[in-house]
């Protein structure tokens, strides 16, 4: 079985940072894109930014795009979000996922296309 655990969320002023992390453990047989996505209340789960196993292919969301940046560290198992200029509407929990995926420049975007979640952490952009 594999797990992902999510963690770095906060509350942050518009404007803010924060650096989301997300470490997946268990039997990670094969290659595989992460992905981070979110929900705020009464909406449904959106796509946020994606990497591939190498690292070198990257997507995000138009909503996104310039302010936040994905990174990973194979080594660690860990996949980064850094995110700067942050928003009030950037308020939600942020979770992390994982897909396998053949090829080291496979990505993927949409939730169904992920096999393990991570629980989700808050993060709250007060104005």
């Known amino acids: 079985q594999v797990q992902v655990v999510e963690s770095g969320g906060g509350l942050v002023q518009a404007g803010g940072s924060l650096r989301l992390s997300c470490a997946a453990s268990g039997r990670t047989f094969s290659t595989y894109a992460m992905g981070w996505f979110r929900q705020a209340p009464g909406k449904e789960r959106e796509f946020v930014a994606t990497i591939s196993w190498s690292g070198g292919s990257t997507y995000y969301a138009d909503s996104v795009k310039g302010r936040f940046t994905i990174s990973r560290d194979n080594a660690k198992n860990t996949v980064y979000l850094q995110m700067n200029s942050l928003k009030p509407e950037d308020t939600a929990v942020y979770y992390c996922?994982?897909?396998?995926?053949?090829?080291?420049?496979?990505?993927?975007?949409?939730?169904?296309?992920?096999?393990?979640w991570g629980q989700g952490t808050q993060v709250t952009v007060s104005s």
């Open positions: 996922a994982l897909s396998y995926c053949s090829g080291y420049g496979c990505y993927k975007t949409y939730p169904r296309e992920y096999d393990y």
